[in-house]
């Protein structure tokens, strides 16, 4: 042995025990585990779903492009119709063999949790019928997901966590999260969240609880964040968006056309604004001026009607009339005479008789609807609707909503037969599903195929519609 080799034994050695540190300080810092959350519902689920992954973040997980992927499962469920919810449990039974399989071949352990309304409306019932589940969280609770990991961590399963905290949860969220690198050239911004209206058909004031407006302050801050992260265009939120009715910058209470008018002037590089979903009893003259006078406002409106039958109206406590509704068409187009009207409707509610039935479609002819959704009724337990000993059989229910829609796509393609030719900026969204092709939405929210020509995702790009379709428009890029 020379002394160089004795030399280089001690070095040698240091490197090996200082090697040896790191790896075991490695195997002990938590490695990064992936999350993947299936959003099964409304825009607003889509929105908690990224709130759940911004709080995730924070606590060392990413995001995982697949459930096979993923350390965590987070099912996000929507418990609107009876085909909606049911659908998580086939989801559920999947994931049950998934996770056998990733034990068994990769050693791995996938754990499941169920979030969202199904989970808000369930709870507990759910885990006698479906025992695989980790843990359940509903709507109000995303912010308690640390604690929940934290409890998983350590080893227990199958908490509810479904209560109606009196904590400001988007604060809660905000103070918990970690900003994700990027978002969407369109982003989603929730400023309202609940319903207090009753509608005796719907689940939401259940599992949303009450109505809640967030402040003007916070919505702000949050909108600078999208629009630093990427976002152009942003769409506000809210079961009932336009019953927003937040504390102002100036400590007064403001209404919606007002947090608008305030996001348009305050926030730079914002393209466009939208607002989802609106009640026609909250639809007030500020608002409707806004699609006047807002130039960052898409001439685009979701007004649901549900229906055009006075009497149906009145047994689903809508609170308006038919022609109160067609009242608000009439001044929305006096201010903005090309704007989109969107709707939605249920056939076959308890009671309905073809008379009923006839002035839905009355009603459609009237308006000249851009787009809508239509669903057949769906009794939801709990609810008074489905109580009703009236219940419309299914297949008289399945007859009118194919008369309906069948309405609904003509009037879809008459409007956007009238784009032919037109040209109109266009932000481009996402890819098509041809090489090269772009898509973005137009202001009237179309979808609008463009080839790329070299353009990225997050471009606004001036476009003349060379074609029409029911479902979409297809495009060049002019500029
Ligand atoms: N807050 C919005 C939308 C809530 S749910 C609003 O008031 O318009 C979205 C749509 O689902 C409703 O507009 C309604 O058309 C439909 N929907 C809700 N409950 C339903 C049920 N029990 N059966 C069928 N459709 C229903
Ligand atoms: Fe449901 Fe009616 Fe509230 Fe809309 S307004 S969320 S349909 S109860
Ligand atoms: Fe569904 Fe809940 Fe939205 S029931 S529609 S996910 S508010």
Not at 32 to 41: P, Y
Not at 70 to 85: G, P, Q, S
Not at 157 to 168: L, Y
Not at 309 to 325: E, F, I
């Amino acid at each position: 042995m020379n002394n160089g080799a004795q030399a280089a034994v001690v070095p040698a050695t240091a490197a090996k025990t200082t090697r040896a540190r790191e790896e075991q300080e490695l195997n002990a810092a938590p490695a990064r585990r992936k999350v993947f959350v299936k959003a099964f519902g409304c825009q607003m689920n889509v929105y908690d779903g990224e709130r759940m992954i911004d709080v995730l973040r924070a606590r060392g997980f990413e995001p995982a492009g697949s459930p096979e992927e993923a350390d965590l499962v987070i099912l996000n469920t929507c418990h609107i119709r009876e085909k909606a919810a049911e659908k998580v449990y086939s989801e559920l039974g999947r994931l049950r063999v998934l996770r056998e399989k990733l034990s068994r071949d990769a050693g791995r352990q996938v754990r499941i949790a169920v979030a969202g309304c199904v989970a808000q409306a369930e709870g507990e019932a759910m885990l006698a019928r479906a025992p695989v589940i980790d843990f359940i969280f509903g709507p109000q609770s995303i912010q308690k997901l640390p604690s929940l990991i934290d409890r998983l961590d350590a080893g227990e399963r199958h908490m509810v966590e479904t209560d109606f905290p009196p904590e400001d949860k988007f604060a809660k969220l905000e103070e918990q999260s970690a900003t994700p690198p990027a978002v969407p050239p369109s982003a989603f911004l929730a400023v309202q969240e609940g319903c207090d209206k009753f509608c005796t058909f719907c689940v939401v004031p259940y599992t949303r609880g009450a109505e809640y407006s967030r402040p003007a302050a916070d919505i702000l801050r949050e909108a600078e964040l999208l629009l630093d992260k990427g976002a152009k265009e942003i769409t506000l939120l809210g079961q009932n968006v336009n019953a927003w009715h937040g504390e102002g910058l100036d400590g007064r209470t403001w209404n919606l056309a007002r947090l608008l008018q305030e996001m348009a002037q305050r926030l730079e590089g914002l393209h466009g604004l939208r607002f989802t979903t609106s009640h026609p009893n909250d639809m007030d003259d500020d608002l409707i001026a806004a699609f006047g006078n807002n130039d960052r406002l898409m001439p685009y409106l979701h007004l649901p009607v549900q229906a055009g039958s006075d009497k149906v109206l009145k047994a689903m406590n809508r609170k308006h009339t038919a022609a109160d509704y067609l009242r608000i068409i009439d001044k929305l187009r006096m201010v903005r005479e090309d704007i989109a009207i969107s709707g939605d409707f249920i056939v076959g509610f308890p009671g309905e008789t073809e008379e009923d039935f006839q002035a839905t479609l009355d009603l459609v002819e009237q308006v000249q609807y851009a787009h809508a959704y239509s669903f057949r009724y769906s009794p939801r337990p709990g609810t008074p609707a489905a109580e009703r000993e009236e219940q419309v059989p299914e297949e008289e229910k399945a007859e009118r909503l194919a008369r309906l829609q069948a309405l609904l796509g003509q009037q879809q393609q008459a409007f956007n037969r009238r784009f032919l030719g037109r040209r109109f900026p266009l932000l481009l969204t996402g890819e098509g599903r041809h090489a090269g092709q772009l898509v973005g939405r137009s202001p009237w929210l179309q979808a609008v195929h463009v080839p790329g020509d070299g353009h990225a995702i997050g471009d606004i790009v001036q476009v003349e519609v060379v074609e029409v379709g029911r479902n979409a428009l297809g495009a060049h890029i002019v500029s």
